[in-house]
């Protein structure tokens, strides 16, 4: 069991009594958001500081924060097959292994039906339902469980992060937002939709859009009862009318790089459109194209368009960016406009040239993450409230 799972799972009940929960912490690192902070989270309570006049200083919730659902994480792995390569290989998997030669030992709930056969894989995962109602759960399988994807998913708490930091003036400055590398444009799709960002999608493969719609439409449900905290719909907050007519983001169909803002041999003869090297780049823009129906009214930007607006936006975006991130960073500081990543994938047989303060190549995601913050004296770090990759880097720009 890691040593994240052994706190959580330890954490006294105190622990999410909102009135123990929501106090001043002097000791602890001040929340980057001060009194505009909106996690109630009780993790978050716990680790920053918080100023005297925020809301939930001010006026504490009666109930705990859903949040303390998933304290204890099983791997699913061990629970099918009885190993797990991970532990095997350096016994350092961070879910725990519920041991099948002691299955059993966990009584079932009563008015729970017993199980059907006595094989080790059914029995052990009876044991890790039983052991995660023990912590306040009540999951229907053994799967290592999340937070709600619709409001606490990478891209929820990315958009929040952005309104919270740039605000929205800035965002909304030129010609918006550049969403380097934004695949299906939800991202995009939600800052035009929900907050009446401009955004351009930079991404040789076409939007479809699917996503987003049904995160907006979620988003306005959330506006509707009350819940803009979370809904960050900014014609709800303000009391305007909700954009009715969907707005669709711009779409520029090219691979993001140096070529972009820099003469080299690399470009092709109008100077924009760049054919990947990487086969396998180019075959997962095919399998995409034949798997996924873009939006027929998208059209995508003529190459003088796509320098336009990328001259003039106003942030650079990148979600999980993968083979993109370098290039994000290297143009923001080479144009000085701010910028915000996300980033995911090392791919450290692809970018070679990375090195660390040690002079080794970079090979894991720490490294990468002080890689790219070593860019800059000026690139800031922070943990978003979400799953996966969640350090999230950020520049505001050269100061006009």
């Known amino acids: 069991m890691s040593w994240e799972v052994q706190q959580r799972a330890s954490m006294e009940p105190s622990y999410f009594d909102p009135a123990c929960c929501?106090?001043?912490?002097?000791?602890?690192?001040?929340?980057?958001?001060?009194?505009?902070?909106r996690q109630h989270s009780a993790w978050h309570w716990h680790q920053f500081d918080h100023p005297s006049n925020h809301p939930l200083l001010l006026s504490p919730p009666v109930a705990c924060p859903s949040w303390r659902l998933g304290d204890l994480q099983v791997c699913r792995h061990h629970i099918k097959s009885g190993s797990c390569r991970a532990n095997s290989a350096d016994g350092n998997c961070r879910f725990e292994h519920i041991d099948c030669t002691n299955a059993g030992a966990i009584p079932a709930q009563k008015g729970e039906a017993p199980a059907k056969t006595t094989s080790p894989k059914t029995i052990a995962k009876a044991d890790a339902k039983a052991l995660q109602r023990q912590h306040g759960q009540d999951w229907a399988s053994g799967r290592a469980p999340r937070k709600k994807r619709s409001a606490y998913g990478p891209t929820a708490c990315f958009r929040r992060f952005l309104l919270d930091t740039f605000g929205l003036d800035t965002l909304q400055g030129g010609s918006g937002v550049a969403d380097v590398a934004g695949g299906a444009g939800t991202l995009s799709f939600e800052l035009q939709n929900l907050n009446n960002i401009p955004s351009t999608v930079y991404d040789p493969r076409q939007p479809c859009f699917k996503r987003g719609r049904k995160s907006v439409s979620h988003r306005r449900r959330q506006a509707e009862t009350g819940n803009r905290a979370l809904s960050y719909d900014t014609a709800a907050a303000r009391g305007d009318e909700l954009i009715e007519k969907e707005q669709l983001p711009a779409w520029a169909e090219v691979w993001f790089g140096r070529w972009l803002w820099e003469e080299c041999e690399e470009a092709n003869d109008d100077g924009i459109f760049k054919a990947s090297s990487?086969?396998?780049?180019?075959?997962?823009?095919?399998?995409?194209?034949?798997?996924?129906?873009?939006?027929?009214?998208?059209?995508?930007?003529?190459?003088?368009d796509v320098s336009r607006n990328l001259n003039d936006c106003s942030v650079v975006l990148g979600l999980h960016p993968?083979?993109?991130?370098?290039?994000?960073?290297d143009f923001a500081l080479a144009k000085g406009k701010p910028f915000a990543i996300l980033p995911c994938c090392v791919y450290n047989k692809h970018f070679t040239s990375r090195r660390t303060a040690a002079g080794r190549t970079v090979r894991t995601y720490a490294e990468l993450v002080d890689y790219l913050q070593a860019k800059h004296s000026g690139i800031q770090r922070v943990e978003l409230d979400c799953d996966g990759r969640n350090v999230c880097l950020f520049w505001k720009g050269n100061a006009k």
């Open 22 to 37: 929501y106090i001043r912490r002097p000791a602890r690192a001040e929340c980057l958001h001060g009194a505009d902070c």
């Open 278 to 304: 990487n086969k396998k780049d180019a075959h997962e823009v095919d399998r995409w194209h034949n798997a996924t129906t873009g939006d027929e009214r998208l059209v995508a930007l003529d190459p003088d």
């Open 322 to 329: 993968d083979g993109a991130t370098d290039a994000i960073v």
